[in-house]
């Protein structure tokens, strides 16, 4: 691999997962039913908190005056669970996204995860957080087309100084059936393989939290029901809290929770003690 590829080329894409045995991907179940849900008796406590999202706004000013994207949100997201954030096309569902991953800055407001405040950290800080605990999948796949499958899901790995980068990034690359692919660049793959990449690529660190960003937007519908059986039984098999940002309602049935936005206003449709009862 390059050894000049910058920190900064890959910002969002340093944080992933470790792989499981088999090659084999079973058939998804949906992400509710085995998600850690707390009881309707009781409220969660502050250590089941992966993210804590408090009076978040986000305002920007246009040629017409100021524009509020995202006003007052308020809400927690709990480890384990499936969130599924969703809205009309231009809400501020990615803005939304971006602001939980500390990609954006908030006008007012702050965001923990996994205790420690995004905002209270620099630039440097957040990137160094990220690379710990979190990991991304993009509409866009966001490969670097100058590096094979193997190495661009080695290259978090790599930034974080892992010794096993390369056995780890192989066992999961078979793990998503990319075993005969591994040399292959971005060029030569197909939209679902180069998904397959990033999934990869996304869990091969073993994130904590992980952020789905219209996941299946530029594949066909039948290469995107793979990539979603796909993300959701690696994210079952390995526990993570999976936040994913959809228009599809159907896809969006499949997490346990949904949080709406619109007109910048978040609605928290939380259905644990439900599901628990």
């Known amino acids: 691999m390059n050894a000049s590829t910058s920190v900064s080329s890959v910002a969002p894409i340093a944080e992933f997962n470790a792989p499981g045995a088999s090659s084999e991907i079973p058939p998804a ?4 039913s085995h998600q850690q ?8 406590s502050a250590t089941d908190e992966i993210i804590r999202v408090s009076n978040i706004s986000k305002r920007v000013t246009t040629t017409d005056g100021v524009l509020t994207i995202v006003n007052n949100a308020n809400f927690t997201v709990l480890r384990g669970e499936a969130v599924a954030v969703v809205g009309a096309s231009g809400s501020g569902k990615s803005t939304l996204l971006g602001l939980m991953a500390g990609l954006d800055t908030p006008s007012e407001g702050d965001i923990a995860i996994n205790g420690e405040s995004l905002f209270d950290l620099d630039e440097d800080g957040r990137a160094k957080l990220r690379g710990r605990l979190v990991g991304f999948v993009f509409q866009s796949f966001q490969l670097l087309p100058s590096l ?5 899901v080695m290259l978090p790995l790599e930034l974080a100084g892992v010794a096993d980068a390369r056995q780890r990034a192989l066992a999961i690359l078979e793990r998503v059936g990319l075993k005969d692919r591994v040399k292959h660049y971005p060029k030569q793959l197909s939209g679902g393989e180069q998904q397959r990449v990033a999934i990869a690529r996304a869990f091969v660190a073993e994130p904590k939290l992980l952020f789905a ?3 299946t937007g530029n594949l066909d519908a039948k290469t995107g029901r793979a990539m979603v059986d796909l993300l959701f039984e690696l994210n079952r098999e390995r526990g993570t809290t999976l936040i994913l940002v959809t228009h599809d309602i159907g896809l969006a049935a499949r997490c346990g929770r949904r949080l709406t936005i619109d007109a ?7 259905h644990r003690g439900d599901m628990a009862m």
Do not use: I
């Not at 179940?29 to 509710?32: I, L, T, V």
């Not at 910048?264 to 939380?270: F, K, L, R, Y």
């Open 264 to 270: 910048g206003v978040v609605t928290d449709e939380d």
């Open 148 to 152: 094979s499958a193997l190495e661009n």
């Open 37 to 44: 849900h707390v009881s309707s008796q009781s409220a969660p």
């Open 29 to 32: 179940k949906p992400a509710g």
């Open 213 to 215: 960003d219209e996941p």
